[in-house]
Nanobody, 123 residues
Framework: QVQLVESGGELVQTGGTLQLSCVASIRPFTRYVMGWFRQAPGKEREFIAGINWSGRPTVYSDSVQGRFTISRDNAASTVSLLMLNLQPADSGVYYC????????????????WGHGTQVTVSS
């Protein structure tokens, strides 16, 4: 059974830092592109960051480019998202996702999803 389990979300102040982690039970992990998505209340889910199986390339949405960094540890089957200079607009539920198909990393056609972790940035 495929599982993606996110952790690391919490309440932080504007300008703060968080690191999210996602542990994946999918095998082989290196077969999958990994992505992070975000859904704010009343809004559609949006792509935040993605990473190819080898660690390159990485892709970011314009809203987080330069502040967020996605990385993966293939030996540990984990993907992380380091978030710097957090803003209230970054609040939402963050989902880890995986896909094994030849399509753009930012395309929302991922096969497997976690249950999400809540990030709240106070102003």
């Amino acid at each position: 059974q495929v599982q993606l389990v996110e952790s690391g979300g919490e309440l932080v102040q504007t300008g703060g830092t968080l690191q999210l982690s996602c542990v994946a039970s999918i095998r082989p992990f290196t077969r999958y592109v990994m992505g992070w998505f975000r859904q704010a209340p009343g809004k559609e889910r949006e792509f935040i960051a993605g990473i190819n199986w080898s660690g390159r390339p990485t892709v970011y949405s314009d809203s987080v480019q330069g502040r967020f960094t996605i990385s993966r540890d293939n030996a540990a089957s984990t993907v992380s998202l380091l978030m710097l200079n957090l803003q209230p607009a970054d609040s939402g539920v963050y989902y880890c996702a995986a896909k094994d198909r030849p399509s753009p990393i930012q395309q929302d056609n991922y096969d497997f999803w976690g249950h999400g972790t809540q990030v709240t940035v106070s102003s």
